[in-house]
């Protein structure tokens, strides 16, 4: 079993700064890859990051490209988040698995925390 419990989101004006964490308690198996995803209304959850189990290696979505980095810290997942615009409004989720496909992929994953909102205001 993965638990993961996400953290700092918020309200931000657009070009703003958020840093959310995922606090990651490991019980089962190596090291996840770990990822974030993000839903808003009318929209299928997207993928934003990830971080691979075993290189450490990162990816990002286009969208968020340059603007967002993903990141380890022990036990923690931190998605540093910088120049944030409108459409960057949605509920974040972290998200942990061992990923035989594409790491994009939201089937991938197998567990997932409860999601934090991040709101950008114009």
């Known amino acids: 079993q993965v638990q993961l419990v996400e953290s700092g989101g918020g309200l931000v004006q657009t070009g703003g700064s958020l840093r959310l964490s995922c606090a990651a308690s490991?019980?089962?198996?190596?090291?996840?890859?770990m990822g974030w995803f993000r839903q808003s209304p009318g929209k299928e959850r997207e993928f934003v990051a990830a971080?691979?189990?075993?290189?450490?290696n990162t990816y990002y979505a286009d969208s968020v490209k340059g603007r967002f980095t993903i990141s380890r810290d022990k036990n923690t997942v931190s998605l540093q988040m910088h120049s944030l615009k409108p459409e960057d409004k949605a509920v974040y989720y972290c998200?942990?698995?061992?990923?035989?496909?594409?790491?994009?992929?939201?089937?991938?994953?197998?567990?997932w925390g409860q999601g934090t909102q991040v709101n950008v205001s114009s």
């Open positions: 490991q019980r089962t198996f190596g090291r996840p890859t």
């Open positions: 998200a942990a698995g061992w990923p035989s496909g594409l790491r994009s992929n939201v089937n991938e994953y197998d567990y």
């Open positions: 971080l691979g189990r075993r290189d450490d």
